[in-house]
């Protein structure tokens, strides 16, 4: 890239906007990233330091706050309090934007009713990060995340930028609301558009994406590792040797906690060493429960509120074997944030799935049915030797195929080559 382009990434999602931001940096590269979530989990904070469990209720958090002596760099774009009588402040916006509107309404070929959708939702961008288009004229690539993609589009005109996928395509553009068809039009009007999720190429495909490149999910290796860990310590004061960890959240539909259950339960009582430690919250918590007490294992189950990545790493570290999916056939971003820390992880993947985004398959232990998690869980419990070689190839196969570095060199070709296509179209 030419020296001194600057690099802003819209959103933060998952963290995937701070840590691309993070790993550019590592490589010379001026990345900023606009967190412009509101929720705990979306925090950098979430990521690097130990949240207190009552920051979880902010709505906006404090610009400038040190979390366990962690503070934001400067390359963390910070985010203003929407002042009061925002309902006010934004029907004076809309009128005196009509002509802006109709603009944009001509321009992108919407109704009136997705351009007003539109302009609603940069406006309250821009109250939460300065002006929205300024703010992207500052910078030679910005990287629009999820439903962000469109920003891009409405806000700097004529600008070329990149999506990110992060499970965005698998529904959202197919929404019937002016956010869903949006969202499909910031994709499809993206120079490239990146994916995360193996399984979403089909509806990249569907949308006419012609330009789409498979990077993994932004994973430190270096921070997401084998060690020590005090959950262990209190695993043991409990009476457990066993520990189960499936920290997503409870979506049968997406994430298949019932199967999850299901096939834990034989694990859980043949074995009175063994509990399970699952994720609290999510639609289905309360089926979820239920199910537990259904089955006659709830006093085995141990319920876990969603836990800043800092502690989450220290669950990695004390658990025996990681649970992540019974559904999709692919993986996000907590199976290899498991095997780097060398844990077994069993979940539902397909491999041809993945064909075309790995020279080489993951070592996971594959189960899509109550069965297939019973017999997984049953094996791995009585065959520590078979857990350890797992681990070890699973954080060797992270270190070889889900590297940071790697993850930041094919954001870098990508910027290139929009650069040089930017160039060219200039010249021409």
């Not at 109709?102 to 939702?121: G, H, I, N, V, W």
Request: hydrophobic fraction near 45%; charged fraction near 25%; charge should be neutral.
């Amino acid at each position: 890239m030419p020296d001194g382009a600057r690099i802003l990434h819209l959103g933060n999602v998952a963290q995937n906007g701070y840590l691309n931001a993070k790993f550019q940096r590592r490589l010379g590269l001026l990345a900023d990233v606009a967190c412009d979530e509101r929720d705990a989990l979306a925090q950098p904070e979430w990521e690097e330091a130990r949240v207190p469990s009552d920051m979880g209720a902010l709505d906006i958090w404090p610009v400038g706050l040190s979390v366990d002596g962690w503070q934001r760099p400067e390359w963390v774009l910070p985010v203003r309090r929407v002042r009061r009588g925002r309902r006010l402040a934004y029907a004076a916006a809309l009128r005196a934007s009509r002509p802006r509107i109709a603009e944009m309404q001509r321009r992108l070929a919407l109704s009136e009713r997705d351009a007003q959708e539109a302009f609603r939702r940069m406006w309250l961008e821009a109250q939460l990060l300065g002006r929205m288009g300024p703010l992207l004229s500052r910078y030679d690539i910005v990287q629009a995340y999820g439903g962000n993609a469109f920003l891009p589009l409405v806000a700097a005109p004529g600008r070329p930028y990149v999506a990110f996928e992060h499970g965005t395509l698998r529904e959202l553009p197919w929404e019937d609301s002016p956010f869903g068809r949006l969202t499909a039009l910031g994709f499809r009007r993206a120079a490239v558009t990146v994916i995360t999720n193996a399984d979403v190429l089909e509806s990249a495909r569907r949308l006419g994406l012609e330009d789409v490149v498979f990077i993994p999910h932004p994973i430190d290796e270096e921070k997401y590792s084998p060690g020590e860990s005090e959950w262990r310590t209190r695993l043991h004061r409990e009476g457990f040797s066993l520990m189960l960890l499936a920290p997503a959240r409870q979506d049968w539909r997406e994430k298949g906690n019932d199967v999850l259950l299901r096939g834990a339960a034989s694990v859980l009582r043949e074995q009175a060493h063994a509990v399970l430690y699952v994720g609290d919250w999510g639609v289905d918590l309360e089926r979820s429960r239920a199910l537990a007490r259904e089955l006659g294992i709830a006093d085995r189950v141990r319920w876990l509120p969603p836990v800043p990545k800092v502690e989450l790493i220290d669950l990695y570290r004390a658990a025996d074997v990681v649970l992540d999916q019974f559904v999709l056939g692919t993986f996000g971003g907590t199976a290899p944030e498991a095997l780097a820390c060398a844990k077994p992880v069993v979940m539902a993947f397909d491999p041809a799935l993945h064909a075309w985004c790995f020279p080489e398959q993951p070592p996971i232990v594959a189960a899509a049915t109550t069965e297939d998690v019973a017999a997984a869980l049953c094996r791995l419990a009585t065959a520590p030797a078979e857990r350890v070689r797992l681990g070890e190839e699973g954080r060797a196969w992270v270190v070889r195929n889900h590297n940071w570095r790697l993850v930041a060199e094919r954001h870098r070709e990508i910027y290139e080559r929009v650069q040089a296509a930017s160039a060219s179209r200039r010249e021409s």
